[in-house]
């Protein structure tokens, strides 16, 4: 038996502060299907010097086949985690019902893909339909 969960898929990996500099050393090795999502206003309030820029370098270092980008235009970070609307901090927003929309539709296609088999011609998709417009999708 498969020790880890769901035939070896890890849910909600947190990866640390990438480098840009050791991508390939730091992400390089990471051979299982992979979805990252972040937003254009996904910075750290803990660590002020990681920027939405560096929430997309794990992608970037990570090796093809089978990894996946969603970056949300507006996203914060508290929207992405579930955490908005002043669970962890006042004034904080809750997701848009256009962005839990999109990741409900693609997170689903990922796991439906992966967990099932099913081709993943949903991701594979240079324009998925369930994107806004100023989305960014990437796949590898």
Same mark, same amino acid.
Do not use: C
């Given at each position: 038996?498969?020790?880890?969960?769901?035939?070896?898929?890890?849910?909600?990996?947190?990866?640390?502060?990438?480098?840009?500099?050791?991508?390939?050393?730091?992400?390089?090795?990471?051979?299982? +299907?992979?979805?990252?999502?972040?937003?254009?206003?996904?910075?750290?309030?803990?660590? +002020?010097?990681?920027?939405?820029?560096?929430?997309?370098?794990?992608?970037?270092?990570?090796?093809?086949?089978?990894?996946?980008?969603?970056?949300?235009?507006?996203?914060?970070?508290?929207?992405?985690?579930?955490?908005?609307?002043?669970?962890?901090?006042?004034?904080?927003?809750?997701?848009?019902?256009?962005?839990?929309?999109?990741?409900?539709?693609?997170?689903?296609?990922?796991?439906?893909?992966?967990?099932?088999?099913?081709?993943?011609?949903?991701?594979?998709?240079?324009?998925?339909?369930?994107?806004?417009?100023?989305?960014?999708?990437?796949?590898?």
């Amino acid at each position: 038996a498969d020790p880890a969960p769901h035939g070896g898929l890890d849910q909600g990996v947190q990866l640390g502060q990438p480098r840009p500099a050791l991508l390939r050393q730091q992400f390089g090795g990471i051979r299982a +299907p992979f979805f990252s999502i972040t937003g254009t206003a996904d910075e750290s309030q803990a660590s +002020p010097d990681v920027t939405p820029y560096h929430r997309t370098l794990p992608y970037q270092g990570m090796p093809a086949p089978d990894k996946y980008l969603l970056v949300l235009a507006d996203a914060t970070h508290a929207q992405l985690s579930g955490s908005g609307a002043g669970a962890r901090r006042p004034g904080a927003l809750e997701a848009t019902p256009g962005q839990r929309h999109t990741i409900e539709q693609l997170t689903l296609a990922f796991w439906q893909s992966y967990l099932n088999g099913a081709p993943a011609t949903a991701l594979r998709q240079a324009r998925p339909p369930a994107l806004g417009l100023r989305d960014r999708w990437e796949y590898k």
